[in-house]
């Protein structure tokens, strides 16, 4: 088993930044996948970023050059830094990790993030 521990989130005004954290304990070893989706008011849950054990990333087209993913594939942390934040970047996001082989797939209990205009 997984646990996922985000933590960051919080109000911040349009414009502003913040920094997401995410910490893996238990069975990290077979995690291969991490990253962070986001699921605003009314709508479903959507990708943000992903992060490889190898490093490669993966954007949604929305975040592209604002929110950049980072992780430490030994301790299984994974980031994401946000930046010129918007309203519609308002959401619960939550953390990501799948293991290989199988793909089992866990999450965390999401963090808030809120900006506001």
């Known amino acids: 088993q997984v646990q996922l521990v985000e933590s960051g989130g919080g109000l911040v005004q349009a414009g502003g930044s913040l920094r997401l954290s995410c910490q893996a304990s238990?069975?990290?070893?077979?995690?291969?996948?991490m990253g962070w989706y986001r699921q605003a008011p009314g709508k479903q849950r959507e990708l943000v970023a992903t992060i490889t054990d190898g490093g490669r990333t993966k954007y949604a087209d929305s975040v592209k050059g604002q929110i950049t993913i980072s992780g430490d594939n030994i301790k299984k942390t994974v980031a994401l830094e946000m930046n010129s934040l918007k309203p519609e970047d308002t959401a619960v996001y939550y953390c990501?990790?799948?293991?290989?082989?199988?793909?089992?797939?866990?999450w965390g209990q999401g963090t808030q993030v809120t900006v506001s205009s």
């Open positions: 990501n990790a799948v293991e290989f082989p199988w793909g089992a797939t866990y």
């Open positions: 238990g069975s990290i070893f077979r995690i291969n996948l």
